[in-house]
């Protein structure tokens, strides 16, 4: 049972769309902010990209157009220094060989000169002995170099470095009376010493200018990127603020429009603004869900309402119509015949005035902009007159006023609502209880809380209603069916009403001796 004229816990917080609150999920980036993050990472890789693809194209140019320049290198030392092919009859020609092999890397430091036979052997070479750790070179390029291909064409290199070297080659002339077939004149055009000034000097310079220019137009880009994309995701982030403000106030957050925008407050920071709208929108889906739901019961309820309501007007309407008809016909002779009939056709009639005023009652305390005529008076006061009014319409049972009241019980509320609520009750428990025993009426303090108690030895209340009663739930929503047919606990609905509209309750009580024991529920004036 439930503590008098104190709110119950209704269960664990819940947000709007009833969906428990947990633990604040891990906030994550702004959708905005990841979003530049990968727009920057991407223009870093793609200026990473372009730097290796620069260098790679600018390498090849470079290997191609020495190539080109030096294409015919090779041959013509074997068209003006015959010489070089000659072969080692004596040391006169092995030392004239070797000058003129000397002369060439003199002149161009830059290029390494080999002598290669009809296998591409190395056969003769300039520099300390053992450089050449590749003695053999593959003849395939030779080949291609000497059939046109195109160029850039790359060769082995003698020197063992296992890096493709650029190369300019010539076929020895065939000599007279020689059975072998003829050799190779090889010059590589890459040598190490052009490689390791090269590598002394380095592009460095052309570099840093080159990589200062793409720094300054990466920037540019990703700082025109960056403001496009907040452009771009700024109404999505004004629109996931305003569905997290929506969300954290309840669906009362104001609606667009020039006047509600100019006073809407800035939307409250959020994470993910896509994350938020996928959780938003999954929220709106359940709540339009619940909402078919809760408008589907509620139309099965009006239905049921109606249907229960036309029960009820039929039955005493009927009744009605009956005995006018009896009294208009011939057979209703006789004066005691006739008080008979009226006076159950009037019983009839105050039955369907009594259903009418509960329904039309009820459905002015049920709307949303009921207003409280408050005013300070007497509660004991109030409860000795609604006593004194049935006993002078000699209600049948006797209506009695039991105990003294506890002080002098003052609310501050409205004065016509609460005599409706103890008139309801008292007729409630009048038109339960047996004939010969009374119903009582007492008053008693609770704290700030003034409690009327109504009790009759009764059947008691329907088991469904004494437990809307003892849990604090609507008698309307749905509303109470009786078993005969027809709506059931209207009075006792206005009475719970009037009590909730005033910080109260009504409430049952455990009654030993059986009946019903009902204690009505209201806060003292302060």
């Known amino acids: 049972m439930s503590t008098p004229g104190r709110p119950q816990a209704e269960g664990p917080t819940a947000q709007p769309d009833g969906a428990p609150v947990g633990p604040p999920p891990r906030a994550r980036r702004a959708f905005s902010t990841r979003l530049s993050l990968v727009l920057a990472l991407l223009l870093l890789a793609f200026g990473g990209l372009v730097a290796l ?28 220094w015959p010489e070089i092919s000659a072969p080692d009859r004596d040391a006169a020609e092995r030392s004239a060989r070797a000058a003129l092999l000397t002369m060439l890397m003199t002149v161009n430091p830059g290029v390494q000169v080999y002598l290669l036979d009809a296998d591409g052997q190395v056969q003769h070479y300039i520099g300390e002995p ?14 291609a170099f000497l059939a046109g291909a195109g160029l850039p064409l790359r060769g082995t290199d003698p020197m063992g470095s296992g890096v493709p070297r650029i190369f300019s080659a010539a076929m020895f002339p065939v000599r007279a009376g020689d059975l072998r077939p003829p050799g190779y004149l090889y010059i590589v055009l890459d040598g190490a010493a052009r490689v390791q000034v090269a590598g ?20 540019a880009t990703l700082g025109v990127g960056l403001f496009s994309v907040r452009q771009l995701t700024r109404p999505l982030h004004r629109l996931a603020g305003r569905l997290a403000s929506y969300q954290r106030h309840g669906g009362a957050a104001p609606g667009p ?21 996928e959780q938003a929108f999954e929220r709106m889906t359940q709540r339009l869900q619940a909402q078919a739901e809760r408008e589907q019961h509620l139309a099965a309820d009006h239905r049921e309402m109606m249907a229960s309501l036309a029960h009820d007007l039929r039955s005493p309407l009927t009744a009605l119509h009956g005995h006018l008809e009896a009294l208009a016909s011939e057979t209703a002779a006789g004066a005691a015949r006739r008080d008979t009939l009226l ?45 004194q009014k049935f006993a002078l319409h000699g209600a049948t049972p006797q209506v009695s006023l039991q105990g003294v009241p506890p002080g002098r019980l003052e609310l501050d509320a409205d004065l016509q609502l609460v005599e ?5 009750l008292i007729d409630n428990a009048v038109r ?60 006792l609905a206005i009475a719970q009403r009037v009590a909730q509209l005033h910080g109260g309750s009504l409430r049952p009580l455990q009654a030993p001796q059986g009946g019903t024991r009902l204690c009505l529920a209201l806060p003292l004036a302060a």
């Open 53 to 80: 693809l620069g260098r790679h194209v600018s390498q090849q140019q470079e290997q191609e157009a020495l190539q080109r320049l030096s294409h015919g290198l090779a041959g013509h030392i074997v068209g003006h």
């Open 257 to 277: 429009g020039p006047a509600s925008a100019a006073a809407l407050p800035a939307p409250p920071p959020v994470g993910d603004e896509v994350q938020a709208i």
């Open 420 to 424: 409706r609520a103890l008139t309801n």
């Open 200 to 219: 002394q000097l380095g592009a460095w310079p052309v570099w840093r200018g080159a990589a200062l220019a793409a720094a300054i137009g990466l920037l």
């Open 343 to 387: 006076q159950v056709a009037l019983a009839q009639s105050r039955r369907v005035n009594r259903l009418s005023q509960q329904l039309f009652e009820l459905a002015a305390l049920q709307a949303p902009g009921q207003v409280l005529q408050r005013e300070r008076f007497s509660l004991a006061e109030l409860v000795s007159d609604a006593v």
């Open 432 to 491: 339960h209880a047996p004939p010969r025993q009374p119903v009582r009426v007492s008053l008693r303090l609770a704290g700030d809380l003034a409690e009327v108690l109504v009790e009759d030895d009764g059947p008691g209340l329907p088991e469904e209603l004494h437990a809307r009663l003892d849990q604090g739930q609507s008698l309307r929503e749905p509303p109470v069916r009786r078993r005969s047919g027809g709506l059931g606990g209207l009075g």
């Open 130 to 143: 053992g450089m050449v750790r590749q003695p053999q070179v593959d003849l395939g390029p030779v080949r």
